[in-house]
């Protein structure tokens, strides 16, 4: 049972546009959420975060929100330029007894067309 | 840059044969987790260590297993590879600001035939 979904595998987007990547959570424990951008070969690298308390953050061009009430976040990228052409992972904590554990989506493939 | 190294880098071997993929940091961090990336799948926890010789288990923890006997070093072993077992593998660490973000190493390509 994936408790993490991106439904969308790809998205194509023209650069200086806007591209938003969509992702949707089942378990209503998760209390984080995580934005991860990789390139081939690399490793996820973290791009943004947003705790479950709140509804937007910010960070330069990239913003995530938050809507609790349908579990559903997105990731929001302005402009789009061609080096944001990667997998962007959507991942969601949930506290455990030892600690932390993330739950990831299955990615969407971005590809920005200069 | 997390500091955060994995060895091998790639490596192939044959179905039946035990395999050990370590992870290395240097920031003296507690959590470490490791993950295997497939298609369609994401990433998925395979185990996590939380302290020197605290390990527990993740979704996908069958025929893997762990060891965390110093602060830098979690290894990841599969005592028999199979070919389902074909995956890159990511080490994390977890820190930022409350703990809250996860930071993953190069990762590990491994094949078995």
């Known amino acids: 049972d994936q408790q993490v979904k991106q439904n969308s595998p790809s998205l194509s987007v023209q650069e200086g546009r806007i591209s938003i990547l969509n992702c949707d959570y089942t378990?209503?424990?998760?209390?984080?959420f995580l934005w991860y951008k990789k390139y081939p070969a690399e490793g996820p690298t973290f791009l943004i975060s947003?705790?479950?308390?709140?509804d937007k953050n910010e960070d330069g061009r990239f913003t995530v929100f938050l809507n609790k009430s349908a579990k559903h976040l997105s990731l929001h990228i302005v402009p789009s330029q061609p080096g944001d052409s990667a997998v962007y992972f959507c991942?969601?904590?949930?506290?455990?007894?030892?600690?932390?554990?993330?739950?990831f989506g299955a990615g969407t493939i971005l590809r920005v067309k200069s | 840059d997390a500091g955060i190294t994995q060895s091998p880098r790639h490596k192939v071997t044959e179905t039946g044969t035990p395999v050990t993929l370590r992870c290395h940091q240097t920031e003296n961090h507690r959590y470490m987790y490791w993950y295997r990336q497939d298609p369609g799948h994401g990433l998925r926890l395979i185990h996590y260590s939380y302290g020197v010789k605290d390990t527990d288990k993740g979704e996908v923890s069958d025929g893997y297993s762990v060891s965390r006997s110093k602060t830098e070093d979690f290894l990841l072993t599969l005592e028999s590879a199979t070919s389902s077992q074909t995956s890159v593998y990511f080490c994390a660490i977890l820190r930022g600001q409350g703990y809250n973000e996860q930071f993953f190493g190069p990762g590990t390509r491994l094949t078995v035939l």
């Open positions: 378990n209503s424990m998760f209390d984080y």
């Open positions: 991942a969601a904590r949930r506290e455990g007894v030892y600690g932390n554990k993330l739950v």
């Open positions: 947003i705790s479950s308390i709140k």
